[in-house]
């Protein structure tokens, strides 16, 4: 359609065009329900894979009418790809979240992953990449209601910030965590489109939309290396469920389904039930990236140099390995540094190459037929066994942590033996059954599993909030994606493990990429203006060096800061906050200490307000969320109320952990905080 042609009343245009669109994606759908393949598949395996990605199909094609099917519009000068001939009519193209074509294959709806639909993201007046207007559309629920023009071209024109694009980003929030496709900036595209091949790592401050750009990264990475990724597989690993519930509709929302999601204890309990937990100082040692060499030390002190020769009896004949030589062996398999199980498959048929040698210099020929059931005598089977022996890493990590013998002679130069006694368990444990496996003991039960057996490496992994993560940890994530490429989201200020990594830098080495790109977010989108300058105060005890985010939203009065006067007034007083928020439209937040949720719920229910635990997805009936600080990171309320400071800070084991936990809980807010406190407020807040 030519770029200048437009109707009388582009609104009445529009929604035709959309309704049309509609139309034209069920009919999509359709055509995939309708499809036999009765006919066409060799065997019911065959069948059952086909329906499955029939199945999947038309799951992608469910047509959202709550969602705008498009939400821009580009009017490019020429036609796209062709040279630029003088006087040539440019091309039209709806941008949307998914691809629409009507009955004879015309584009109706463009993917916003199309290369056509990346100057949406990028154009300016500056450089209008060939676009001439580019038109961005509002809607009230899946209704289109309004539309908003800007002439690339036009000298006329000033520069002005969009409104649509504001009143999207500030649109009041309930429900899981929404996509940002319609508002993505030019500096978040460039994330999103970077190649499949390098790992980027995205430090950003609240509000930058550093998880949504993860997110949307990931469902470009789909579009644009489908095939590869639909063998290797993608995984997206967060903090907590709570978390991974709150960001999982989004995927689906762009149309793609099969992306699995994790929290690294989620990667790591295959193979132990955990049911204890570490002092802080015990899981900062078991979480410190040394642990990788004591584990394998341990596995490597397995092999035994032979004593005896083995000796194979085929027929009438005995054929004797010498024990040194079985020792060469054994030595050149330990230089190669493979995995411990891969050595312990290769040496019987080392061992039986060995004989063959033997063989044919007496006069035979033997085959390959021969040398494995020489590899499975029974005489080679008793000297690997006694050689090199098949390792349990459970039973190899329960005698570490309960045998202070084996445990000080494979730490000895790595671990000191201070720190060797505050990892051994206080009660040892009869079996890896009986024990009281902690979160890090089942990161270290996984990298003894890795040094056995290689772990199976996906194509792509999202690592969300990974300032949290330990070296052990990001090890543990880097094995499941040592032969793919990697997301890394996080804000350094945010730190609230005593493991938490100090640069990004160490955490890229650990997770195995460090050649990896670092890029920063610093204009915050969704905290306004007063509220992230107040929580920015911060910034210097927990962060020293680290940009504050500069937001890009003023609203004024979106912060207020008041006192009550006695502490047995605070919760009627955090009471009557909610109530005032509640007024507004949207979700709200009551965050607070881990300790004053027992406390504050109860006020709560004795004032007749229902209240959502984090994770359980807020509705238009039930919008307030009762937050323990310790599970806030990643949340986000269009209305915040934060109880007592100094209770939040107090709530860590020291002061530079409480006040990134008070960051955290200052930076929930979409639209307003009320912080309300009894005691003082921490003096690094003013």
Known sequence: MPAHEESSNPLVRERAHLAASRAALRAMREDVQALDIRDVTANWVNAAVLQSQIDDRIKALADLTHTPLFFGRLDYLHVVGAEKAEGAEGERFYIGRRHVHDAHGDPMVIDWRAPVSQPFYQASRNNP??????????????????????YLTDPAETEQTSKLLQAEIERPRVGPMRDIVATIQPEQDEIVRSDLGGTVCVQGGPGTGKTAVGLHRVAYLLYAHRERLARTGTLVVGPNRSFLHYIEQVLPALGELEVQQATVEDLVAARVEVRGTDGSVAA???????????????????????????????????????????????????????????????????????????????????DDRVQNAVARDPAVKAAVKAVWPAVDPAKLV????????????????????????????????????????????????????DLVARTHSLGHVVIDEAQDLSPMQ?????????????????????GTTPWSTGSWEQALFHLGKADAVVEELTAGFRVPREVIAYASRLLPAISP???????????????????????????S?????????????????????????????????????????PGEETTAASRLTLVPASLAKGLEYDYVVLDEPAAVVDGEPDERTGLRRLYVALTRAVSGLIVLHAAALPEQLG
Do not use: N
């Open 129 to 150: 990449l060939d676009v001439d207007h580019r038109r961005r559309f509002g809607y009230t629920g899946g209704e289109l209601t309004a539309y908003e023009d800007e």
């Open 398 to 449: 329960l005698r570490l942590l309960t045998d202070a013998e084996f445990l000080g002679a494979h730490a000895e130069g790595v671990l000191t033996d201070d720190e060797q006694k505050h990892i051994l368990m206080a009660k040892p444990a009869r079996s890896v059954k009986s024990a009281k496996w902690t979160a890090a003991d089942a990161v270290l039960i996984d990298e003894a599993a």
């Open 284 to 366: 900062v040692i078991k979480g410190d990236a040394r642990m990788a060499e004591v584990l394998r030390r341990a596995i490597r002190s397995h092999v035994t140099p032979p004593t005896e020769p083995v000796v194979v009896v085929r027929g009438s004949r005995r054929w004797r390995v010498p024990a040194y030589e079985v020792e060469e062996m054994t030595t050149e398999l330990l230089a190669r540094d493979m995995r411990y199980g891969a050595a312990h498959e290769a040496l019987p048929q080392r061992i039986a190459h060995a004989v063959l040698v033997r063989m044919e210099e007496a006069g035979e020929a033997p």
């Open 545 to 571: 060096g680290l940009a504050p985010v500069e937001s890009v939203r003023e609203t004024p009065g979106s912060l207020a800061v008041r006192a009550v006067a006695a502490a047995d007034e605070l919760d």
């Open 474 to 494: 990001y090890r543990a994530v880097g094995r499941r994606c040592s032969t793919g490429s990697a997301t890394v989201l996080g804000d350094l200020a945010q």
């Open 573 to 613: 007083a955090v009471v009557a906050a909610c109530e005032e928020s509640l007024r507004h439209e949207g979700s709200i937040g009551l965050i607070a200490a881990d300790a004053r949720i027992p406390a504050l719920a109860a006020a709560l229910a004795a004032a007749g307000h229902a209240y959502l635990s």
